[in-house]
Nanobody, 125 residues
Framework: QVQLVESGGGLVQAGGSLKLSCAASGFNLDGNAIGWFRQAPGKTRDGVSFISSSDGSSVYATAVKGRFTISRDLAKNTVYLEMNNLQPEDTGVYYC??????????????????WGQGIQVTVSS
C-alpha cells in the first residue's frame, strides 16, 4: 500500500533553513504527482510546492518562491523540500502528498489521494 513518511521538521530561528524528506513506498515517484502542503494554526491547508506528473517540472506557491526548493531522488524514492530564509509565517504542519492518477499537479487539497502524517515546522522570530 502507498505510504508517505515525513521527516526533518523542527524548530529554527528566522532566517534559518530546514530540509524536509518524504519517503514514499508502494509506488514509484517517477511519473506520479507529488508535493507538499502546509497548515498554520487556525488556517487552511495550503499548497506549497509540487512536482508535476506530466513532465517532472516544479511549481511553487508565491509565498515560498525563491526560498523553497522541491526535489526528488528516484533511486531512494524520496521527495525533499529544502526551505531557506525561513520566516515565522512559515510555521505549521507540513504534509507530503501523492496521487497516482493526477495529470500535472493541483493546489486543491481534495485532489490528492495520499497524505503523510504531517510534520511540525516552527520558526521563531
Amino acid at each position: 500500500q502507498v505510504q508517505l513518511v515525513e521527516s526533518g521538521g523542527g524548530l529554527v530561528q528566522a532566517g534559518g533553513s530546514l530540509k524536509l524528506s518524504c519517503a514514499a513506498s508502494g509506488f514509484n515517484l517517477d511519473g506520479n504527482a507529488i508535493g507538499w502542503f502546509r497548515q498554520a494554526p487556525g488556517k487552511t491547508r495550503d499548497g506549497v510546492s509540487f512536482i508535476s506528473s506530466s513532465d517532472g517540472s516544479s511549481v511553487y506557491a508565491t509565498a515560498v518562491k525563491g526560498r523553497f526548493t522541491i526535489s526528488r531522488d528516484l533511486a531512494k524514492n524520496t521527495v525533499y523540500l529544502e526551505m531557506n530564509n525561513l520566516q515565522p509565517e512559515d510555521t505549521g504542519v507540513y504534509y507530503c502528498v501523492a496521487d497516482l492518477q493526477m495529470l500535472g499537479y493541483s493546489f486543491y487539497t481534495g485532489a490528492w489521494t495520499y497524505w503523510g502524517q504531517g510534520i511540525q515546522v516552527t520558526v521563531s522570530s
